[in-house]
């Protein structure tokens, strides 16, 4: 076994004994050859998708919008999704006039991921996991003109999110009934992780490749990004105002991001998650009374 991955296989059985109360699947389990190239490929930055319409999309631009350390919502979201594009800067050899083949491509195989708390030295939040994926990234077309592709990636996956939602939220359910469902949060008990991501592949020259860690800081929080935009609260029932977020139009926004990163509008939850998203003293019962 070639000295970085030994080193990364090593890291990762010793990883195990770190399991606590959060359990995951999916550790690396064998190595991808001897690393010839760590300054090849790496992790430029975190791309951070665009709304437009009902669809949710990144690129591969480098001047693109990014984003430099996140938010989870756990009382909204039980995962984390990251977006990074991946440079390579192995210059295209391909002649078609010599009939000379591309070799500089790299075929980014998947990323090894830990978590830990607050810093690089601080205690694994879990185990450090695997997540395997296909990326092919194109040559660079001249010296110091990297070559980009983009990836989505769930690095806190339900396993650990639910852990941490029973560490961060503290839940006040007094008065909670099916016509009174909403609970209230007594208390966000904010955690601060942070990820480190190691992307491995090879180029179709049959070099294997490991980048540099990218590290990314997420603030994990209890209800910190739902908010209840005027407007959105109330209905009016016989002359008497009722809290109610399925009255009005909330924001457009990525589905499969909402509880990460950006406020999130009570009117586009409210009727998937009433618990949370709804207001204190909302009823299913238009004539019901709940405690505020």
Request: aromatic share 6%; with cysteine.
């Amino acid at each position: 076994m070639c000295p970085i991955i030994a080193v990364m296989w090593n890291r990762l059985k010793a990883s195990r004994a770190h399991l606590g109360a959060l359990v995951l699947g999916g550790v690396l389990t064998s190595s991808v050859g001897c690393v010839d190239n760590t300054v090849s490929v790496f992790i430029r930055q975190i791309q951070r998708p665009v709304v437009t319409g009902v669809t949710c999309t990144f690129n591969n631009d480098p001047t693109s919008t990014i984003i430099t350390e996140g938010t989870l919502d756990v009382a909204l979201k039980d995962s984390y999704t990251l977006r990074p594009l991946i440079a390579n800067q192995l210059v295209t050899g391909a002649n078609m006039d010599q009939r000379r083949i591309e070799t500089s491509f790299l075929n980014i195989e998947g990323f090894v991921i830990e978590l830990r708390e607050g810093s690089p030295e601080g205690p694994l939040v879990g185990p450090a996991f695997s997540i395997y994926q296909n990326v092919v990234v194109p040559a660079s077309v001249a010296p110091g003109t990297p070559g980009y592709a983009a990836t989505s990636i769930t690095v806190i996956p339900p396993q650990v999110a639910s852990a941490l939602r029973s560490a961060v939220c503290q839940f006040d359910t007094a008065g909670v009934t099916p016509e009174c469902p909403v609970v209230r949060i007594a208390a966000s008990v904010n955690r601060r992780i942070l990820v480190k991501m190691t992307a491995f592949g090879s180029s179709t020259g049959q070099h294997d490749v490991e980048s540099t860690p990218f590290y990314f800081p997420v603030t994990v929080c209890c209800g910190c990004l739902l908010t209840f935009p005027n407007g959105s609260d109330t209905i009016e029932v016989d002359g008497d105002q009722r809290p109610d977020c399925n009255s009005g139009m909330a924001m457009p926004t990525c589905a499969d991001t909402l509880g990460q990163d950006d406020p999130v509008d009570c009117r586009s939850c409210a009727s998937t998650n009433p618990s949370i998203c709804q207001p204190r003293g909302f009823s299913t019962n238009p004539a019901g009374t709940c405690p505020r």
